[in-house]
């Protein structure tokens, strides 16, 4: 027997880490916000690695801090280890990666729900959603309890219809044997969604004491770390380190010896799982040409014993696992406390979806997340975001916002998914940024802070703070156009001591800080700025400088993309009437509807021939149009 339980301006369900980045920003854009988890024990639960950030990932966390989010913030509460990655490379490939303390993790992002003014944190599993006449006013739960809201943002992670397989043990289970959401996939489907069938893993989790770390080799953290937040001014004290080892020999013996018991290769998995983070039997069959892989030993909290074994996901059975984790070097006496698993999971087919999140069948319905297709909490949280802002907004009447590709990794990721769609659990890399050069993870604040502010989420103190950043760092870039230097002593001993070329005349400062060998911080050394400036502004101004010829490429090859982007596709356009348009285009023009020539140029299948006849299609509609209206 149902019943009404409350009303909300919107409605999340699933307290993951798209859930939560989802209901705290509706919550704090000032919208009634009801977020509803099957587990209060499991809100943001890190059930795979113990780590955030890492390649494109990290540059995400920090968008998600720029735009107002909150992963960022917790993060920085939470480490046990912070440290960049890529430093031998360019700007455009660095990425922050910290190994979180999962349990504090847990426990400082539930804190800070509970202490959202405007968010009901609520305990129930969502079967079914009310929708009338094709838009959604609401949920029902387990218990018969009928929540109405103006939007409901849907982040269920991989509980719909979750299975967990060991072997030849298999039973319906969501991540860390925790209950599945089994009718509401059902309930999609009724609704007009199509699902598609996923797999991810995990690896075993090891005892602590029953490592030998003398046969492993130290990876410790920055000396003077790096934050993933503006905000975050302190840093945590006595990081912990990791540890590598390698597979051996015996490791893929007993994998080779053993496939007829995995079960993704006796056909036991249904799903598709991860291309780039296959499980360890998955690797030994596909790299067989190569004797070791990596397998990093990562400490899962400050007050546990429990490592997790990076490198060898697996869903083989208990008794295999056991010998190839005893099989890796520094392994052999460890005992598991944890065994590896892989879960099946119903996704949504991301293609029915709308670049603001919101599904195409079912009006005012958002989805974020794993059901969205994606691996990872960091592509999860992104999403999270980017749904509860336009759930939030769609709740006030105003129009959605959406990320392009040239202002956000978050754009690549939302873009890939609603215009190309997935066949296997998405990640992000960088090389699915073609404008990376733009995307890097220490501008993030400088790409998208006005937005979260423009949306609600950035204080104005921070705020100021933005503002005081970008105006330090152009009058700095201008003073080293302005400032001349002459060929005196110091000069040419500070170019003689970094092998540059000497000079034979006066030159401005940033003619010198475009040499390669020489950094900021030397030439500051010798020509001070008489304004302060802090580490991440020195940062900005040698990278703008140092890099601007090829970023002014990439800025001419964005607006180029935003005139394509400008010219906009009426919902009303029959592409099966456009002659001249290849079939197999004419059919993916259809599915995906998209709302630009920009977003129908990157549908796969759709060549520069179709989207020249489409664009001679749209001038001859819209005059159409015109003359209708005179």
């Not at 103006?150 to 925790?178: A, C, D, F, H, W």
């Not at 056991?322 to 892989?342: C, D, H, N, Q």
């Not at 297709?373 to 992104?382: L, R």
């Not at 937005?451 to 705020?463: A, D, F, P, S």
Request: charged share 25%.
């Amino acid at each position: 027997m149902s019943y009404t339980a409350g009303e909300y301006d919107v409605i999340v369900i699933g307290a993951g880490h798209a859930g939560c980045e989802a209901a705290l920003a509706s919550a704090r854009m000032g919208c009634d916000t009801l977020l509803l988890t099957i587990n209060l024990d499991m809100i943001a639960f890190l059930p795979c690695n113990p780590s955030i950030g890492g390649p494109a990932k990290g540059n995400v966390v920090r968008e998600i801090d720029a735009l107002g989010g909150e992963m960022a913030r917790n993060i920085d509460k939470t480490y046990i280890q912070m440290r960049m990655l890529n430093t031998g490379k360019g700007p455009a490939v660095h990425a922050l990666r910290a190994q979180a303390d999962k349990f504090l993790y847990q426990h400082k992002m539930r804190e800070t729900i509970e202490k959202t003014e405007g968010l009901t944190l609520r305990q129930g599993m969502v079967e079914h959603l009310v929708v009338e006449d094709g838009v959604c006013k609401g949920v029902i739960t387990q218990t018969g309890a009928t929540y109405y809201a103006k939007s409901v943002v849907l982040t269920t992670g991989t509980y719909l219809r979750g299975k967990i397989i060991m072997g030849e043990l298999m039973y319906e289970s969501g991540p860390n044997n925790q209950q599945p959401a089994v009718k509401l996939s059902a309930d999609l489907r009724k609704h007009g969604l199509e699902l598609i069938r996923f797999k991810t893993g995990t690896p075993p989790r090891v005892h602590k004491d029953t490592i030998d770390f003398s046969k492993t080799v130290i990876q410790p953290g920055d000396d003077k770390p790096k934050f993933f937040s503006a905000d975050t001014t302190e840093e945590v004290p006595d990081q912990l380190p990791c540890w590598l080892t390698y597979t051996s020999e015996d490791t893929h013996r007993i994998i080779s010896e053993n496939l007829h018991r995995a079960p993704m290769f006796s056909g036991a998995i249904e799903g598709t799982g991860p291309l780039y983070c296959p499980s360890i039997e998955d690797k030994i069959v596909r790299f067989s040409d190569k004797p070791q892989h990596q397998v990093f030993l990562e400490p899962e909290g400050r007050n546990t014993k429990e490592y997790y074994v990076q490198g060898l996901s697996t869903s083989m059975p208990e008794d295999v696992q056991l010998r190839i984790v005893r099989s890796v070097p520094g392994l052999e006496k460890a005992e598991m406390m944890r065994t590896g698993y892989a879960i099946e999971y119903d996704a949504v087919v991301s293609t029915q979806l709308m670049p603001s999140l919101e599904t195409k069948a079912v009006s005012r319905l958002f989805t974020a997340g794993q059901i969205n297709g994606t691996s990872g909490y960091e592509e999860a949280a992104a999403q999270g975001i980017m749904a509860g802002i336009n759930a939030a907004r769609k709740a006030q009447g105003k129009e959605p916002i959406v990320l392009e590709r040239s202002e956000a990794y978050i754009g690549v990721l939302i873009d890939d998914l609603v215009t190309k769609g997935t066949t296997e659990p998405y990640r992000l890399l960088t090389s699915r940024a073609e404008y990376r050069l733009l995307l890097r993870h220490d501008n993030a604040d400088l790409r998208l802070t006005k937005i979260g502010y423009e949306v609600g989420l950035v204080t104005e103190e921070r705020y100021g703070r933005y503002l005081e950043k970008v105006q330090r760092v152009e009058e700095e870039i201008e003073r080293l156009k302005t400032t001349k230097v002459k060929p005196t002593e110091d000069v040419q001993a500070m170019l003689q001591s970094l092998g540059s070329t000497l000079l034979n005349n006066s030159v401005d400062l940033i003619s010198l800080l475009r040499r390669p060998e020489i950094s900021y911080e030397k030439l500051h050394a010798l020509f001070p700025s008489p304004v302060e400036l802090t580490d991440d502004m020195k940062e900005q101004v040698e990278i703008q400088v140092k890099y601007s010829g090829y970023i002014e490429k990439q800025l001419l090859q964005v607006e180029r993309l935003r005139k394509m982007e400008k010219k906009r596709i009426p919902d009303d356009i029959i592409y099966e009437e456009i002659h001249g348009i290849a079939t197999e285009a004419k059919q993916k023009l259809a599915k995906i509807r998209p709302i630009s020539i920009g977003q129908a140029s990157r549908i796969g299948g759709v060549t520069p021939a179709d989207i020249s006849i489409l664009l001679v299609h749209l001038e001859h509609y819209n005059r159409v149009v015109a003359a209708r209206a005179q």
